[in-house]
Structure formats: structure tokens, C-alpha cells
């Protein structure tokens, strides 16, 4: 089963099954997802400016300043009247007001006559629950108004579960009749008709100048808050005569209370609150625009749904680029809803179909990780098996291909469920097996990534013939593998990448095992050539080289910084080769200008041995091994820190041995002489702690010498003519 999820078919099948499971799970209503849904309701409304309505709309508030200036609320009812009259070139006012107050019959009667002359004004009416909870009694203004006025409009609102207000219903179910809301009112005189409401499946058509709306199940629609607002103006302009009653000729006025204590405010989101005449005026003004949002029909969230599961369950096996293509088409969703929303008026909640699509993604990547897990054991053991064979120590020579296959196969095997039948087959072994004449092959893309062929036998049984790199000059080899049933390519393609990848590196080492081998005998030409000019010193190098291999060891240097320190020693007088033979073979002391020419060796070899770019280890013990702690070395005369540890190493190793052996020009010093003028050279020719460890390595440490006073360290002047180091002539 396993297997399946690996192939095409598998894919495909699973792909659709987590689509169908993403479309079911878009329908069910997931809590916790519709408030964050509904504030990129609130985003998007914000950056849709739909067109003006050729109706003007204007707002007219009691504010703050209006009650410092008259009085506190509630105001006398004849102001009212006065308002009235002031703004009686409007086509249509709106009293957003109970008038609750205590009055003067001539107040009541007053508002009520001017309002009944002026044949435009609206009353705004709310609706109580009755003893059943229903909202069906109402609570019109005093009486005598409410005869006179054109009509009523009810301006009861309801919070969503957020507490944010988005919706108005545009009828009311009463014990009656059903009433209009006051938006419905406003539409309807305003436009001298009742619009047609159509009864659908999901809810109701409404038609209007601008279009069709859709309304819900229960008649609310959605509000759209115009940027900029609809303008306002404050009570106490208009009666002082600063705002002219020209500003609201023709305009649908509405007229209301915006102070503490005397009117409600209302959430719109976006962290806007707005009084409630202002919700009420925009919400007329959405009818008049036409744009009212129509939830998006089931099936199109169901296809959402099951396309992004869908797609997120691929994502994952995408590898590595899963997690940026699944994020792109998340913000390309949020585009296209964003597009349905704009253009087609069409609310496609995001969210709903984002769940399933990363459930599946979690559940693919799940199952992929398992596939990887197996994927990661091939390659951790075809990691350390190449790790193995980089190993300074392997001689490939000792262990062939075949062998460090076997060796390696048995966790390989464990992982892969595939056998090694033969780790190493010629192509006389491939035809007498009848491998050869078999056709059937893996698709070319995966043959051309691993160069095999793969080969089923009736019983099932799978073979992979792979073609191995030259391991024999002129000679082709094959490794022979199988596997019972199907087994991935991936699977395949990482086996046959170890076999292929140890392959080449065992090839590779051969090749450079070759390669040093050669190296190596050109140094030893090198050398015999200096012991030639020098037949004295014969031997000399190769004794530097493992003196101070044993010293740089003893040390704690790394494989390779000991084989770099070890060719340094055969190489350091290397330059010998430039210095005249009558320099080289003077049986007594030379002269000051003879001792120059001689100790411009250093400096020859340098140059030498600059041209096959040696590391730079190597090139320090050439040039450095003459130099001194003191700085009176040659030939840079470096000192101290600035002298590299191999030419530290080099330095006691040289003296040591020219020392220790027999010259044209001096017989051969005995150990303890030599003890003695290596420890008095400490601080001045020679590292202590260097020295120090030599002298234990050569048997010639005595418990004193540690603890040994630094004045007893320092004899005679090392530059001086007496000295035993510059007695040795090179």
C-alpha cells in the first residue's frame, strides 16, 4: 500500500479522494472561523467604492454643541417644527426620534401640523418583543404625529455574533402585516414604487433601479458604508441660519441625536462607530446603490473546498517547492475572492475552503516524511559508506568493490527490500545469464537518471542490471540487484545513486592512490639528486622526515598535517641542488661568503618547489627550518609567533640528526652532548615545550630538565662563533 502513494495513479486517486473530503468539510460550519471571515468581509467592503446614487443623501444630528448652546435633551418639540421647516426643500426627511418626552399640547400639535403640511416626513418606529419574545409590538412616536406623517419606518438592528452590525433587515414580521424597515420606506417614496421581491431557494430577489439584490432567508442584506460618509451637519447650524436650507434641496434628510445619553452607536468594524441615524442613512443609501452582496451558492465553496484540498494534499510531494507553491495559490485564492467580490457582488468566504487544504497538506506531509524517513536511511548509509571510503586509512587496495559492498549491503537491504545478487559481474557473466537479451526497461526518464535497466522474470521477481564506471581499463562491470513486486523509482534511483556514487569514488581512489605513489617516487628522485651533490649528508632527509613525523604525532597533528610535516622533512633541503658542489663538499668551515651562498638553500627550494603549488605546510618547513625563536635565524629571520609550528618541528628535527650523524667537516656527537646543546638552545634556537618532548621521545629526558632554572637555559651567546648549533655548517 505503501508503494501506491509513491506512483502516478496513486497520487491521482488520493488527490480526489481529498478533494471530495475537503468539499464535505467546507460545508460544515466551523465557529472559530467566522469572525476572522468576517473582518475580511469588513477589508474587502472597505476597498469597494461602488457608483453615487443620482439621489443626494444628508444627515442632520442634535450634537454635543447643540445641547451646550440650548439646552440639555430632550429638546421642546417646536424646535423640532422649526427643523422641519428649515429643511423643507428636501425630498424626503427622516425622523430618527421617539420624542418620548413630556410636552405641550401646542408642541405636539405644532410638530405634528408641520409635518403633516410639509407631506415628506417619515417617523421612525421600533419594534418590542412581545410576552413570547417575538418582535411584533410596536412603539410608534406620540399618536397625533403618527397620523400625520407620510409613513413609518421600522430601525430595529441586530448585531452579528461579533457584535459587529453589517446587516438590515428590509421587511419586519409583525402580528399584522409585514413592515417595511425604514431603508424600504425610504426606497419606496423616494422612488414612488414598491420594488418586486422574488422568493428563491436560499432567499429573496428584490429588484431595483440599480439591479438585482439578493436578501437572506431573513430579508437582511449586507450594508455598505460609503468613503467619504454621507455629510453631516449639526442641529444648531441649521436653526441659526449657518447652514442654508439650499445645502438640502432635493436630498433624502435624515435627522437624529448624536449626544451621550440620548442616542445608540453602532459597530461597523474596521474599529469605526457610527450614531445610529448614520447607520440607517447609509443602509438606504446601499439600497439606492444597488450594491447589496449575494453569498456565493454552495456548490462553488464545495468546489473551492475540494480543489484546494486537492491541491494540498499534492503540495508535499512537490518536495521542496510544495510549501512555496501551496502559499501562492492561498494568495491567489484570497485574489480571486477578493475578485469575485468586487466585480460580481459575490461573498466567498476564504476561510472555509483553507481548512481542508491544510489538513491534507499536514496529512500528505505526514505520509511523505515516511517515505522520506526510508529515502534518508539509504542515503545515511550511502553518506557513511562514502565516508568510509574517504577515510585517510583505506587502501583500496586491500578492500575491493565487491567486498565493500557486501560489507555495506545489509542495512541497505533492511531499508530497500532490495537484494544484491552479484556486487561485481562481467559482461561474459551478464550473457551467460541471459540478462543481456532482456527489453524491458524503466521509463526512459528514470533509465536516463540511473543508466540500469530493470528486468521482470514470470514469477515476479524483479532485476536491476546497472552498468558500474571503468573500474578495469577496457572492461565493463555490471551490478546485478532484484526486488520482489513493485518498489518506487525513488526507492530504486537512491540504491542504484550508492552503488553508482561508491563506484566512482573507489575509482577516484585508486586513481589518487596512483597518483601519490607517483608523487612520491618523484620526491624520492628529488632526494637522491641532493644526496648525490652531497654524498655526506646521504639520507639525511628521510631521517628529518620521520624524526619530525614521531615529534609532530607525539603532538597530537591530524593524518594529513603529519604527511604534509613528513614531506616537508624529505623536501627541506631541497635547494641544495643550486649550491656548488665546492660549497657543499668543503671538508672545514666556510668562509662569510661561502656561509651566504649556503644559506640561500631555503630560498632556492622555496622557489623549487613553488611550482607544483605544495600546501602550505610543506612550504614553511622548506623555508623555515633555519630560522630562530631569537629572530638570528635565516634566511627572513623570523621569530617567535611568526614562525610556523612545522618550521619549529623541522628546526630540532635538522639539528638533531646533523648532530647526530658524521660530516667532512666534524665526527658524530654522542647523546648526552647532543641533550645538552639542544636544551641550551631552549628560547633561543628552539621551542621548550618542543624540545622538551623530542628529548622524551629520543630517551634523553632527565627529571631535572622541567624544573630545570631559565638562566641555566641560556649559555653562551648563540650567534657567537662558539656556539655547537653554528658549528654545523649548513
Known sequence: MGQFFRTKMGLVVLALIAGLAGALITLSDIPILSGPAMSIFDFYQSKVDPPAPPEKFAIVLVGERTLQEIGAWPLPRRLHANILGKLNLSSLIILDMIFPEYTTPEDDALLAAVAKESGKVLIAIQLMPDENGAMTVLVPPYQELAESVLSIGIVNVQPESDGIYRDYHLIWPSSDTPLPSMPLAVYMYSKKKVPEITSTKDGYLVDLDAGQAFLNKDFTFKIHHPDPPIPIYE?????????????????????????????????????????????????????????????????????????????????????????????????????????????????????????????FMGLSAIIRLKFLSVDWQIQRISIDSLLFLGRQDFDPSKTTFADFLWNNWSDIEKWSK????????????????????????????????????????RTGIRHLLLELPELEAGEKHFTLLAWHGRLSSEVVKSVAALILSAAMHFKALEENQARKELFYGLIDVIIGAVDAKDPTTAGHSKRVAELSRELAMAVGLSEKELD?????????????????????????????????????????????????????????????????????????????????LAGRILKIADVYDALASKRQYKEKMEQDEIREILISGIGTDFDKDLTLMFLKLRGLDLLEVNAMPDQFLVQTPTNSSNSHVNLIKE
Not at 484570497?334 to 468586487?342: Q, R
Not at 622533512?569 to 651566504?596: C, Q, S, W, Y
Open 235 to 359: 442641529y444648531i447650524d441649521i436653526l441659526t441660519g449657518k447652514v442654508s436650507p439650499e445645502v438640502f434641496r432635493e436630498a433624502i434628510t435624515f435627522v437624529g441625536v448624536n449626544a451621550s445619553g440620548a442616542s445608540d452607536y453602532f459597530s461597523i468594524g474596521r474599529s469605526q462607530l457610527i450614531p445610529g441615524s448614520a447607520f440607517i442613512a447609509n443602509a438606504s443609501r446601499t439600497l439606492f446603490t444597488g450594491w447589496i452582496t449575494t453569498k456565493a451558492p454552495l456548490w462553488l465553496a464545495m468546489l473551492a473546498g475540494g480543489l484546494l484540498a486537492a491541491l494540498g494534499w499534492l503540495s508535499s510531494f512537490f518536495r521542496r517547492w510544495g510549501v512555496p507553491i501551496m502559499i501562492l495559490t492561498l494568495i491567489i485564492w484570497l485574489g480571486i475572492t477578493f475578485t469575485i467580490f468586487v466585480n460580481f457582488k459575490i461573498w466567498l468566504s476564504p476561510l472555509p475552503p483553507v481548512v481542508p487544504s491544510m489538513i
Open 418 to 457: 532490495i537484494i544484491l545478487v552479484s556486487p561485481l559481474a562481467s559482461l561474459e557473466d551478464i550473457n551467460k545469464a541471459g540478462f543481456a537479451e532482456q527489453k524491458e526497461l524503466l521509463p526512459s526518464k528514470t533509465k536516463s537518471n540511473i543508466g540500469a535497466s530493470v528486468i521482470t522474470s
Open 564 to 644: 604534509d610535516i613528513h614531506l616537508g622533512g624529505l623536501l627541506h633541503d631541497v635547494g641544495k641542488i643550486g649550491i656548488p658542489d665546492n660549497i657543499l663538499n668543503k671538508p672545514g668551515r666556510l668562509n662569510n661568503a661561502e656561509m651566504k651562498i649556503m644559506q640561500s638553500h631555503p630560498y632556492i627550494g622555496e622557489e623549487l618547489m613553488s611550482r607544483i603549488k605544495l600546501p602550505e605546510n610543506i612550504m614553511k618547513a622548506i623555508v623555515e627550518h633555519h630560522e630562530r625563536l631569537d629572530g638570528l635565524g635565516y634566511p627572513k629571520g623570523l621569530k617567535e609567533t611568526q614562525l610556523s
